[in-house]
């Protein structure tokens, strides 16, 4: 499109003839206001100079003002659309540029061809950035010395003009719409800037729908208590809770049966008070006793503590047989008393471990701390099955608490330990670097079962028994003879007398020289009696178990874990009367 070089707004049918008429005005001649300047004798705009921005109040031709820049070139509608802005434009913080705006900051009773006053310092002026739909105070960059046209000024609102008087905006009768040419690109972008909004704006909205239903449930686990008192001791048949703490302590010389007592009635009397969100006698810092997220305190017994209680011993609590896999640590094994401390949150076991072995400390010497993990609470349903950090599940074939199967193979019924259980604690180190090496099939054959579901290799849920019996087509066993759950089951399904209720933990400590983990399982199980139900299953993963190759027992206890008490009394009474 061909660009013009003079004002062609002019229309020549307006003016008569003569020196200034027809034969002067129109396309590529002068404009009506150049003309009447001519004939009224007044020197040509050219003639006047130009004032540039820096001088203050010369005269001369206004620069802004661009309603007389006649010999300004005219702009295409390309031009004129990069100007003028939509509406949508100026929400996003855009001036809009309309020529109509240029006239509303003239000083008052002034036009363009006279001289104006000072200009306003550069550092006083101030920018309009506000909505062009609002009405209200407004303040716009003033044109000059922040006089309106006759003291007024017109100011676009939207489509329509409003105008100031005293400072009061009031909107125009009559409306001007402006029009505006988008761009493709405009267009696009525009479009992109809204989806990329309405998406930031709805997702903000689920967080906010999401967030306090989040923090509610983390209030209510942190409020959670377990009942301390009751026929069995809390921490067995409890639902695993994320953390854990193992404490194996030594009698000190000249503990008698007096001294137990004394001890077992503190101990049990700082755990009531704990485990319901209450501090412990002389508790230094009660604060952090009131979250007891699920606290637990288990105690157990070894076989010195009941000697020196004067009880008869159970045949199965002593040291477990040697096996051939044992590599066992005196740091890691036996010891004459355990706590079992477990809760939803770390600090909550810190501060109960702390509390109970301060008052132990004149009765007994810590022997070994072993710290356990778990998956956060609330972070796979109630129920599922834990996994070790091989990826396994682990502990699919356990009882259910509460039915006769859970009972039978978990509660004593035998003398003081009535309503007791007996407890292994073994330290099992993992070699997980070994363990990546290996390939996933490789990984399911060792098992015995599916790494993604714990179903068995032939087939089926997680809790469906293997068919041993299953082959391939090239006549191997499905489930090997060496796997994991092949040995611990047995060629049948496990009798009564050889099932166990596993509720283990995870740990993972400071890596020693090059290794790049350290890490493993700390197995414990609950049985009645231990060299019944225990002992065979162990015999067997001991003779032939594939897993043996990436896994090392460091650490082994047994441990007696009395009755529960009733309000008043303390864990232990059975047995020290």
């Not at 061909?2 to 590529?28: K, N, Q, T």
């Not at 007389?68 to 996003?92: E, F, I, K, V």
């Not at 503590?305 to 051939?324: D, E, K, N, S, Y």
């Amino acid at each position: 499109m061909r660009r013009r070089s003079f004002c062609e707004c002019a229309r020549p049918d307006r003016f008569g003839p003569g020196p200034f008429g027809r034969d002067l005005v129109g396309p590529g001649r002068l404009c009506r206001d150049r003309v009447r300047r001519l004939g009224q004798g007044r020197p040509d705009r050219d003639d006047r100079g130009v004032r540039d921005h820096r001088q203050q109040g010369a005269a001369g031709r206004h620069a802004r003002c661009r309603e007389h820049r006649c010999r300004a070139p005219r702009r295409t509608p390309r031009d004129r659309g990069r100007l003028l802005r939509s509406a949508g434009d100026a929400r996003q913080g855009r001036r809009l540029h309309d020529p109509r705006r240029r006239l509303a900051h003239a000083p008052a009773g002034r036009g363009p061809h006279h001289a104006h006053g000072p200009r306003r310092p550069a550092q006083g002026r101030r920018r309009r950035h506000r909505h062009a739909d609002v009405l209200g105070p407004l303040d716009p960059r003033p044109h000059r010395a922040g006089q309106g046209l006759l003291g007024r000024e017109r100011v676009l609102c939207g489509n329509s003009f409003a105008v100031r008087r005293g400072g009061a905006l009031t909107r125009s009768v009559a409306a001007a719409p402006v029009r505006s040419r988008q761009s493709r690109r405009q267009f696009l972008i525009g479009g992109a800037a809204a989806g990329v909004g309405a998406a930031a704006a709805l997702g903000t909205v689920r967080a906010l729908d999401h967030a306090p239903a989040s923090q509610a449930e983390a209030a209510l686990n942190g409020g959670h208590t377990v009942p301390f008192f009751g026929e069995h001791q809390a921490g067995v048949d409890t639902s695993p809770q994320a953390h854990a703490a193992f404490v194996g302590l030594d009698l000190r010389d000249g503990v008698d049966r007096d001294g137990l007592r004394r001890m077992m009635r503190l101990l049990s009397d700082d755990a009531a008070r704990l485990t319901q969100g209450a501090p412990a006698l002389a508790d230094t810092e009660p604060e952090l006793a009131v979250v007891p997220a699920g606290l637990t305190v288990t105690f157990g017994v070894g076989p010195r503590f009941v000697q020196r209680a004067g009880g008869q011993t159970p045949a199965w609590l002593r040291p477990l047989p040697a096996f051939g896999i044992d590599r066992l640590r005196p740091e890691f094994s036996d010891g004459d008393l355990l706590l079992q401390i477990a809760a939803d949150d770390p600090v909550t076991v810190a501060h109960a471990s702390r509390m109970l072995l301060k008052d132990a400390r004149s009765f007994a010497a810590v022997r070994w701390v072993q710290r356990g993990f778990r998956r956060a609470y609330g972070s796979t349903p109630a129920g599922t099955t834990m996994r070790n950090l091989f990826g396994q599940v682990d502990g699919t074939a356990n009882p259910v608490p509460g039915t006769p199967d859970f009972d039978e193979a978990v509660w004593s019924g035998q003398g003081w330990l009535a309503g007791g259980t007996g407890a292994v604690v073994r330290r099992i180190h993992m070699d997980l670097d070994g363990w990546d090496a290996l390939d996933p099939t490789g990984k399911e054959a060792s098992v015995g079962r599916r790494l993604a579901d714990g179903a068995p290799l032939t087939g089926g849920s997680e809790h469906d028994e293997p068919d041993f019996s299953a082959t391939t087509p090239l006549g191997f066993p499905v489930i090997a003879d060496y796997s994991h759950v092949r040995r611990a089951r047995g060629e049948q399904p496990a009798a009564p007398s050889e099932r166990i209720f596993r509720r283990g933990y995870n740990y993972d400590d400071t890596p020693v020289g090059d290794d790049v983990s350290n890490s493993g399982l700390l197995f414990v199980s609950f049985q009645a009696d231990v060299d019944r139900q225990f002992v065979p299953i162990q015999r067997r993963l001991d003779e032939l178990d594939l897993l043996n190759r990436w896994t090392t027992p460091i650490g082994s206890a047994v441990f007696a874990i009395p009755p529960g008490c009733r309000e008043g009394g303390y864990i232990g009474e059975t047995l020290l009367g």
